[in-house]
């Protein structure tokens, strides 16, 4: 039983997905139970988990294909601080799209791959192997398509073909890093660290670049980031689900399993590829926030921002260290439930309100003050203000530079935090203290949308404040740390 | 002497040949051609080999012949017997010439291995016929020849594919005009009743001597064919169903016999020693109409209208 | 009675049947043909996976009198990917060629050419016997040329007859290289010649054999006859064509070259192989990307994924054999073959079903048909995922064992190819993905019921299942391997 | 030069004229014709190889007889193929090779 557990989790979102598919359009309730028992179920097993891990068992299953292709699902400490938040985000997201969504035309299709999306994206976390990780990844990429197509206008349909532009040559870079690295080592299991003797130190870079290449694109890392703002076109659920539950993390997880799985953090310093890419994720910090003060448009402005953000994580990963490693993988969790908030609420007053220029934002804060209050708190929390999640993840990474001897990681951290306030204020501003122009409508009166915004929020303000509970996501990245499940 | 008269019969094929390929007009080609075919005929005759001559100047120039210059009776009504301006292709002739020189190169290096073998003469007297190349055909290497005979039906139905959808129901062929009591019709009625007595004596003797259903089963087309010609004999339909049994009579009675084997015997087509002549003669027989009604027939071509457009 | 000549009776009885009876009991009896041969083909797996290699000796007699034929993995794999093409396609061929549907005349003989064109795969995939494998291909590309010419239009027949010139010298070249083996061995049984000492035509007569056999597998540059010929047959037809068709002609080439002569195979011979391969995948590749019709894609996309499989002579082959990766590179290459024909016949499939509702297969035509036939879209969709060769689908499986292969031998000029391949497949199948997946206006016929457009999809989840479930093919592509399996490449 | 030798170097010459009608000349039928020489001239070789060590092997002419019926069925499908197209294009050669180019 134990050993079908990762199975069982992995299932709980792929079954749904493919009944889904076969579901008429008019199958409303019977789609909606479908994806929200999913949901529910799979958060329950993760809690039954949690309490497991926590007490130090660890799930294994094994599938095998073709010989060196083993499909291995492994839950240890630092799979299952991903796959519970991309679990918690799902229901969240899934209650919130189903109000979201109401009864529009070709429903079956969109839950359908929004399930299959994250059995991938679970199936990412639960990865016990390199290759198991690249098949669900590419699931993941495939399954997004026609979610962010999904209105079928030439704006969504530009989006994903920019999308897949830059995920399939990316994905071949991946297969080739992992194809190099495996013909000389075998197949890469995350629990055992390769023998990467055979390989000369060029290689090793090459190969290290190719799997930054791969997984970079994901992570929306400058320059590969060109399709996350263009990926806005799509619904507000899609953007949840690609900046926050599944596609950016899966990026970002990805640079984290490398650096400390694959290539383990001493041979990382050793090969002088760590701090090149703390450099790139730095430059990508700035530039995001830069490009984010440009934008008009409420969700554009989000998306850059979270070019930003994401990057947050990469640095964390590579800098090497115990804290910068804590604080990124804080960081995956923290941005998660942060943006998340940000784009519930950017999904609220477009829906409700038919807003969607920041200059729409004047005076909604008292018509919308649940929506306005999670929006401001989740942007307080972004720029770093204490005790919201986002000063903690900032805390660490800042002593994670200093410890890993890059102490200008400090003024990145600064300077960014100075362009998110300039980003992100002026919106509070606009809600709360400027006047509503005269033909300004709006409501929140629909609970599922709001309630899903709200428990985001809250998670988020609990991150923060109990930082120091071993139950925070800073108290399980510290788990990890300690434990070694990451070398 | 011999050498002599083979070399010259040599230089007349490949001046024969020469002529098929350069010669202006496809008609020329098409006549070079049968001559070609009657000279190859000798040729494998003066090889010793006279089931093999048998079948080239059945088949190879006889039928062959017949099918081209029905070909281009038609092509001319169609107006396409014209041909575009040819012009020498130097690659492909240098690759034709190496190809030729690589075959002979090989011919001079080629050794000698042990051949026909000890198997075939401990195997022959089991094999019920007499004649080896009976023996091979239709016993050692009969799936050969089972899947030769469906090759036929397979080249047939392709043929008939390429009929006009209007021409469906018709009967196979051009409608013919004879007058009655003309050279033709009289040549008609003389022809096949010796065809028939050839075609069968040919498949009759395969067994001991040269022969079989396939050179017999030629002539007897032969037959066909001078018959549907001179108005003897009115062309079936494709939908005629007897003509459609008797099309498929020789592999059906070839598959039932292979099964027959597998389910008596040890394998499928095993023929036990004792029946393999009995066998191989109703084989024989069902092959012979089988293959003279399919050639016959794509000879005749796919049926083709009056009215034309 | 053996599965195995149940195997080779029931497609040329189920023929012989729809030839001579009349047009209802005919069709009738082809379809429980059908029906029957993919039973059987199932059953010789099992026997071949559960019982071991059986062998089927020719009226009782032994090599080198007789004619011998052996199921063995490679044979069944490939015997199962076209019963479960053939089945679909006779699926689709039922209301396709369905009398009123189509005419007399194609109703008529659609059944008997491709009960034809089975049997010749079958016979083809088994034999053992070098001229037997010739008269194998040369039923195979007769029926395949007449179902090439079916449609009856012009360029239809033009198609065939450019077909068939390639078809023909493909013959004769091969059977020039059989003349020699056997003046030279005494011998056309594989197993036989493996054994005996070379002699010095061998290397011409593999050369000869083998640039036939490119001809007939429509590998650059004898690949100009495939597009027409392949886009102007009717769909069910177009399916076998591309789907299993190449795949005969590959297979001998893959007996010949690892099983018959092994040792006379020279590196720059393997290397020029693989060369043509490239080639054809940046043709082939470029070629889709030009088209306009969705048909003429997903035909230059078989010219380019042909080319994949021959990278499998330099990795394999030659000094590379009896090296750990070289089973791994063979076993590839059978992968990326049986994915392309599950594959390729489900897109065929798909397009007939958009030809049918829209009058055309011009991609401007094709415009949102997503929305109004969502299965077979989703079919394509999947079929497109293997052609690109992502996980986790069969093409994906084929594409890791080739790609190891050529970074463990050092090779890694085939793995740019795979890869480079799989960008290119991306970017010529996502045109008709993005057409169809468009708002647009929505054709005036009627769509196929969902069982009709189950069809397709259940071809096209073969193919990712296939890289799912990569274990049992693999172990099954084990059972008499030319290769010495190694594990954990 | 033996006998032997004249048969078999005449069928490789044969098989070379006939490739090179294949390749080289337009008009289908003509091709259809230059194909049945290749296969002629290839069953001559083969049977002289036959008749060699001054033993006769009957494989061979079993063989060739299969092959003369199996290239007959080509030829009328072919012969076929050019009819049907000049009935309906007036043409007997493939398109892209009609013109004088």
Redesign the interface.
């Given at each position: 039983m134990t050993a079908l557990l990762p199975v069982l989790i992995l299932l709980t979102s792929l079954v749904p997905a493919v009944i889904t598919f076969f579901l008429d359009q008019e199958s409303h309730l019977l789609r909606n139970a479908l994806s929200l028992g999913g949901a529910v179920l799979k958060v329950a097993l993760i809690v039954v988990m949690l309490f497991a891990v926590a007490g130090g068992a660890a799930y294994e299953t094994t599938i095998p294909l073709a010989p060196g292709l083993v499909l291995l699902l492994r839950i240890d400490a630092l799979a299952l601080l991903f796959v519970s938040l991309s679990a918690t985000l799902w229901l969240l997201t899934t209650i919130y799209a189903i109000a979201y969504f109401g009864t529009q035309p070709e429903l079956s299709r969109f839950f359908g791959f929004f399930s299959l999306c994250v059995a991938a994206t679970t199936g990412i976390a639960l990865s016990g192997s390199l290759i198991s990780f690249f098949i669900f990844f590419e699931l993941l990429t495939l399954s997004t398509w026609p979610l962010v197509a999904h209105k079928q206008d030439e704006a969504s349909l530009k989006a994903a073909r920019s999308y897949l532009l830059y995920a399939l040559p990316c994905s071949a870079a991946l297969l080739w890093a992992i194809v190099w690295l495996e013909s000389a080592t075998g197949p890469v299991l995350f629990t055992e660290p390769p023998d990467l003797d055979g390989l000369d130190p060029m290689s090793l870079r090459a190969i290290f670049a190719l799997f930054i290449l791969g997984f970079g694109m994901k992570a929306a890392i400058v320059p590969l980031h060109g399709w996350l703002p263009a990926a806005m076109a799509a619904p507000a659920p899609v953007s949840a689900l690609l900046h926050a539950v599944a596609v950016v993390k899966a990026g970002a997880f990805g640079v984290i399993r490398v650096i400390y799985d694959v290539f383990g953090a001493a041979r990382v310093a050793e090969l002088g590829v760590g701090i090149p890419l703390a450099v790139l994720a730095s430059a990508t910090i700035i530039w995001g926030s830069l490009r984010a003060l440009q934008q008009h448009d409420i969700k554009k402005r989000l998306a850059f921002s979270t070019v930003s953000q994401v990057s947050y994580i990469v640095l964390g990963a590579a800098l090497a260290g115990p804290y910068g490693m804590i604080g990124g993988l804080a960081h995956l969790v923290h941005q998660g439930l942060m943006k998340i908030t940000l784009f519930f609420c950017a999904g609220i007053y477009d829906v409700r309100a038919g807003v969607r220029s920041i200059a729409g934002l004047n005076g909604l804060g008292p018509r919308m003050p649940w929506t306005s209050t999670c929006f401001s708190l989740g942007a307080l929390g972004m720029i770093g203000l204490p005790p919201m999640a986002g000063f903690v993840s900032k805390i660490y990474l800042g002593i994670g530079g200093l410890e890993s001897g890059a102490p200008w990681v400090l003024a990145v951290l600064a300077a960014s935090t100075l362009l998110n306030a300039a980003y992100f204020l002026p919106l509070l501003y606009r809600l709360w203290f400027l006047e509503p122009s005269p033909d300004a409508t709006g409501d929140e009166n629909a609970p599922a949308l709001v309630v899903p915004a709200v428990i985001a929020t809250l998670g988020a303000l609990g991150a923060g404040v109990l930082a120091a509970s071993a139950v925070s996501p800073l108290g399980w990245a510290t788990l990890i740390a300690e434990r070694g499940d990451i070398r | 002497m011999t050498l002599a008269f083979n070399a010259a019969l040599c230089a007349l094929i490949l001046a024969a040949a020469l002529a098929t390929i350069l010669g202006r007009g496809i008609f020329r080609s098409i006549m070079f051609f049968i001559v070609y075919g009657l000279l190859m005929a000798v040729a494998w005759v003066r090889l010793d080999v006279v089931d093999v001559a048998l079948a080239e100047a059945a088949i190879g120039a006889g039928l062959t012949g017949v099918l081209f210059l029905a070909a281009f009776g038609r092509l001319v009504r169609e107006g396409a017997e014209a041909e575009p301006p040819r012009r020498i292709n130097p690659p492909a002739a240098v690759a034709c010439v190496g190809l030729t020189a690589a075959l002979t190169w090989a011919w001079f290096s080629l050794p000698i291995p042990e051949r026909p073998g000890p198997q075939l003469a401990e195997a022959l007297p089991r094999a019920g016929v007499e004649n080896p190349v009976t023996a091979v055909l239709l016993n050692f290497r009969a799936w050969d020849t089972l899947l030769e005979s469906i090759v036929l039906l397979a080249a047939l139905i392709g043929l008939w594919m390429l009929t006009r959808e209007d021409d469906w129901r018709n009967r196979l062929g051009l409608p013919q005009h004879v007058r009655p009591g003309g050279v033709m019709s009289g040549f008609g009625r003389v022809l096949p009743p010796v065809g028939l007595l050839v075609g069968v004596y040919l498949a009759y003797v395969g067994a001991d001597r040269p022969g079989g259903a396939f050179q017999g089963g030629t002539v007897l087309a032969a037959v066909g064919l001078v018959a549907a010609m001179t108005g003897l004999v009115r062309p079936p339909r494709i939908s005629a169903p007897g003509w459609r049994a008797v099309l498929v009579a020789g592999p059906l009675v070839f598959l039932v016999a292979g099964l027959a084997g597998a389910l008596l015997g040890t394998n499928f087509l095993t023929l036990p020693a004792p029946v393999a002549g009995g066998a191989i003669f109703v084989i024989e027989v069902a092959l012979l109409l089988s293959v003279a009604v399919t050639l016959t027939f794509l000879v005749l071509g796919p049926p083709e209208g009056e009215n034309r457009r | 009675?053996?599965a195995l000549?149940t195997l080779?009776?029931l497609p040329?009885?189920g023929?012989?049947a729809a030839?001579?009876l009349?047009s209802p009991v005919g069709r009738t009896a082809a379809l429980a043909a059908i029906a029957a041969t993919t039973g059987a083909a199932i059953v010789l797996m099992a026997t071949v996976a559960f019982q071991g290699m059986p062998r089927?000796?020719?009226?009782?007699?032994?090599p080198?009198?007789?004619?011998v034929l052996v199921a063995d993995g490679l044979s069944v794999a490939l015997i199962v990917m076209t019963a479960l093409v053939m089945a679909s396609a006779g699926l689709a061929a039922r209301h396709a060629f369905a009398p009123g549907t189509a005419?007399?005349?194609?109703a008529?003989?659609f059944w008997?050419?491709m009960l034809?064109l089975w049997?010749a795969l079958n016979?083809v995939f088994l034999s053992r016997d070098l001229?037997?494998l010739y008269?194998?291909i040369?039923?195979l590309?007769?029926?395949a040329?007449?179902l090439v010419?079916?449609d009856?239009?012009?360029t239809a027949?033009?198609a065939?007859?450019?077909y068939?010139?390639f078809a023909?010298?493909g013959?004769?070249l091969y059977?020039?290289g059989v003349?020699?083996i056997?003046?030279?061995?005494?011998?056309l049984d594989i197993d036989l010649i493996a054994t005996?000492t070379a002699?010095?035509?061998d290397g011409?007569?593999l050369a000869l054999m083998t640039a036939g056999l490119m001809a007939k597998t429509a590998l650059f540059p004898f690949h100009v006859w495939l597009p027409p010929a392949h886009a102007g047959a009717p769909a069910p037809a177009s399916a076998m064509l591309s789907g299993l068709v190449p795949k005969a002609s590959f297979a001998i080439l893959l007996r010949l070259w690892f099983d018959t002569m092994p040792d006379r195979a020279s590196d720059g011979a393997l290397t020029l192989i693989a060369l043509l391969g490239t080639a054809a995948v940046i043709w082939g590749s470029l070629g889709a990307l030009a088209q306009v019709r969705l048909k003429l894609i997903v035909a230059y996309s078989t010219v380019a994924q042909i080319g994949y499989l021959f990278l499998v002579f330099p990795l394999a082959g030659g000094a590379s054999a009896g090296v750990p990766?070289a089973a791994?590179a063979w076993?590839g290459a059978v992968?990326l073959a049986l994915s392309h024909g599950l594959a390729k016949a489900a897109m065929f499939l798909a397009v007939g079903h958009w030809m049918a509702v829209a009058g055309s297969d011009r991609l401007s035509d094709l415009r949102g048909l997503a929305?109004l036939m969502?299965m077979t879209a989703?079919a394509f969709a999947l079929s497109a995922?293997t052609l690109?060769g992502?996980?986790?689908s069969g093409g994906?499986?084929g594409?890791?064992?080739v790609?190891?292969?050529a970074?463990?031998s050092g090779q890694?000029a085939w793995?740019l190819v795979m890869?480079?391949g799989?960008?290119l497949a991306?970017a010529y199948l996502?045109r008709p993905m993005?057409v169809l997946?468009?708002?647009g206006a929505q054709a005036g016929a009627a769509p196929p019921s969902r069982a009709r457009q189950a069809v397709p999809l259940l071809l096209a989840s073969a193919s990712v299942a296939l890289?799912?479930?990569?274990?049992g093919p693999?172990d099954l592509l084990a059972i008499g391997r030319p290769l010495a399996a190694?594990?954990?490449? | 030069m033996t006998a032997l030798s004249l048969f078999a170097v005449t069928g490789a010459v044969l098989i070379g004229i006939g490739f090179y009608g294949l390749i080289a000349t337009r008009h289908f039928l003509r091709r259809v014709v230059a194909f049945n020489l290749i296969g002629s001239g290839l069953f001559l070789f083969f049977g002289a190889t036959g008749a060699r060590g001054g033993v006769t092997d009957p494989v061979p002419q079993a063989l060739i007889i299969t092959g003369i019926v199996v290239a007959f069925s080509a030829s009328a499908l072919g012969v076929g193929l050019v009819v049907a197209r000049a009935r309906l294009s007036g043409r007997a050669a493939l398109p892209e090779e009609e013109d004088g180019a």
């Open positions: - | - | 009675m053996s000549v080779l009776v040329l009885a023929a012989i030839i001579a009349p089927l000796e020719m009226g009782g007699w032994t080198p009198l007789g004619i005419g007399e005349r194609a008529f003989g008997p050419l034809l049997s016979v001229f037997n008269v194998g040369e039923l590309s007769l029926a040329i007449g010419a079916i009856g239009k012009a027949l033009a065939a007859m450019r068939m010139i023909l010298a013959s004769l059977l020039a003349v020699l056997h003046a030279a061995h005494g011998t005996r002699a010095a035509p011409l007569a990766w791994g076993t992968f929305q969502p989703f995922v690109v992502l996980p986790p994906f499986t594409k890791y064992l790609m190891t292969a970074f463990a890694w793995a890869g480079g799989g960008l991306a996502y993005a997946f468009a708002r890289g799912i479930a990569s274990a693999f190694e594990e954990g490449l | -």
